[in-house]
């Protein structure tokens, strides 16, 4: 597989959300994954390598908009392209 384009580095912080500032369009070009705490984690909607933090969807609860509500969960983060 060619691939002519060059992967952006991963920031800092990044959200799964469009309509977050923290969401950067061209990474989600590439498939990202994260390790939490050495295990990986498929279900993550943000992350923050410094904080030490990510958000996962709840499994039933629900916000007043409909989106489910995000769980944040502690440890060592690491972004990588897979």
Known sequence: MNNTKSQPALPDRLSGNPRSPHHVAECFEHNIGIRLNGKERFDVEEYCISEG???IPSPK???RRGQ??????KGTVEAFYS
């Open 53 to 55: 933090w990510v958000k």
């Open 61 to 63: 609860a629900l916000d």
């Open 68 to 73: 489910p509500l995000l769980i944040t969960l």
